[in-house]
């Protein structure tokens, strides 16, 4: 399989900062980088980048940890967030609809990989007032062969279908057995975006705050397909509601993504992205394993899953209060919903684990400033990017020295 990889994008304001591409490298900042060389000066700008925490403050976010993980949710207490997780976050949705979270406008700057390669998206991209990036098309949308830049791909959840002629696509697929459909020949009129030659597929797409910027930059790319699920059914009603939903490029499902007997709309090996941006955290631990290696499975060799979440000891985690630890450095919130905090190694195992290589696995630490309240907030997230190998299964590499061979 021919695999096109894409170079990075081309931005004079940001031309000589570190390729992302690379395990470890800084994130790009949104404004750029602002680094913080005078600390009388910490107040001048809400947000700093690339923070490094003295030991005294690393000491001091320990100890609050271990403060506020002293006393644990009773077990029956747990069994009930776990069992009723979806309901949480449907209330989640009915009170606050799409007004809490904000569109994340820096989806492109940090994931080029959304983009399908070929397509001339600046103007496009310069409309949705990006302007912390200004993309040169030719540049980014370079055929050349790049080892430390890969494409990408994305996975997550299932769901009920779409609408607008394509509902019943999706509703048939529902019916296959998922095992006997992956056997069989992939048949374009048996699923949504069966037609699209680059897929992306969004896990816990909430509101649509990532899915209509997604949208609306690629609107005019007739090749393009989204998928986005959430377990929160007043979720993906938000989204099919919305004015710039449209069935044609997208479908928007309901799917708990820890329910391996669900099926998805689409075959498995199908994927070119996989989204998977503030979600995971709100699984249980002990199942987070077991769901990205079933999101490993929906990519096409050389796809990639595209990963952000909390770190550990950000502020959110500083913030909870005793009575509200479910395990280790796991928590409960206040209205039901949880959230789990990462370190850079627990990343790097679990998707490994699946099978997905590394090409990106960084801790982006920022210093959010309170600026009238003269407050500093750490802010700690982990961000990666895994690939699907491209080489070829155990059994086929003997084919084909076999074949060699003989030949």
Same mark, same amino acid.
């Given at each position: ?22 395990? !470890?490298?800084? #994130? ?22 690339h ?58 700057r ?5 983009? #399908? ?8 991209v ?24 890969p ?10 279908g ?14 296959l ?8 020949? +992939? ?34 790319? #007739? ?9 929160a ?46 979600v ?11 769901v ?30 005793? !009575? ?42 920022? +210093? ?12 700690v ?27």
């Open positions: 399989m021919n695999v096109i990889w894409r170079n990075y994008i081309s931005c004079p304001r940001i031309r000589k900062v570190p390729h992302r591409y690379q395990s !470890g490298c800084h #994130p790009v900042a949104p404004l750029g980088s602002r680094i913080l060389t005078d600390r009388t000066k910490v107040f001048e700008h809400n947000m700093w980048d923070m490094q925490w003295s030991k005294e403050e690393e000491e001091e976010a320990r100890k609050k940890v271990e403060e506020n993980s002293a006393v644990r949710v009773h077990l029956e207490e747990q069994v009930k967030y776990e069992c009723e997780a979806s309901k949480y976050w449907d209330t989640f949705y009915k009170i606050h609809k799409n007004k809490f979270f904000k569109d994340r406008n820096w989806l492109l940090e994931f080029p990989e959304i983009l #399908p390669v070929g397509q001339k998206t600046e103007e496009k310069k409309e949705l007032s990006w302007n912390h990036v200004k993309i040169n098309a030719e540049s980014f949308f370079s055929k050349m062969h790049c080892p430390t830049m494409e990408e791909k994305n996975h997550y959840k299932e769901s009920s779409s609408s607008d002629g394509q509902s019943k696509a999706g509703s048939d697929f529902s019916k057995d998922s095992e006997e459909y992956r056997e069989r020949p +992939l048949k374009t009129e048996l699923f949504p975006g069966s037609n699209a030659t680059f897929r992306i597929l969004e896990v816990g797409c909430g509101a649509g705050n990532s899915v209509f910027p997604i949208l609306n930059t690629l609107q005019n790319v #007739p090749e393009f397909f989204l998928y986005c699920c959430d377990f059914s007043g979720a993906v009603e938000l989204v099919k509601s919305h004015a710039s939903y449209r069935a044609a490029q997208c479908c928007a499902f309901v799917h708990d993504v820890c329910d391996h007997s669900l099926p998805y709309p689409f075959p498995d090996g199908t994927l070119d992205v996989i989204l998977l941006v503030f995971l955290s709100s699984i249980h631990p002990d199942r987070m394993q077991s990205i290696n079933r999101l490993s499975k929906l990519l096409k060799p050389g796809g990639m899953l595209l990963f952000r979440d909390y770190g550990r000891y950000d502020k959110t985690q500083l913030r909870f209060k005793r !009575g509200h630890c479910l395990s280790e450095n796991f928590y409960v919130r206040g209205d039901g919903t949880r959230a789990y905090f990462f370190t850079k190694g627990e990343v790097h195992n679990m998707f490994c684990k699946a099978g997905l290589d590394e090409k990106q696995n960084l801790v982006d630490r920022r +210093l959010q400033v309170n600026r009238k309240k003269k407050v500093k907030m750490h802010r997230w982990v961000q990666g990017k895994f690939q699907k190998p491209l080489h070829l299964t155990q059994k086929s590499s003997n084919l084909v020295f076999s074949v060699l061979s003989h030949g």
